[in-house]
């Protein structure tokens, strides 16, 4: 289903707007679309890449091994 949307914008921005658009060969309200579309998609492929991540983490194993440093000492010189 879709929805209408108005937004307020420069009259002399919509003029150019919609010559370039006739140059793209498209049209101002396509070229919005379009970038509704990207922005939520971007959003959703940022969620999934999070969770990727951290189950990436969790499933990491990772070894430190022993420090034979401390804090203290590393402001000692």
């Known amino acids: 289903m879709k929805t ?6 420069d009259a ?16 101002v309200n396509a070229y919005m679309r379009g970038c509704l579309e990207d922005y939520v998609d971007e959003g959703e492929r940022a969620a999934q890449a ?20 401390s804090r203290e000492g590393l402001y000692e010189r």
């Open 12 to 27: 002399d921005v919509l003029r150019k707007a919609r010559m370039r658009a006739l140059q793209d060969d498209t049209s």
């Open 50 to 69: 999070v969770v990727e991540v951290k189950r990436l983490m969790d499933a990491a194993e990772l070894h430190w091994g022993s420090s034979t440093w």
């Open 4 to 9: 209408n949307l108005t937004i307020t914008v």
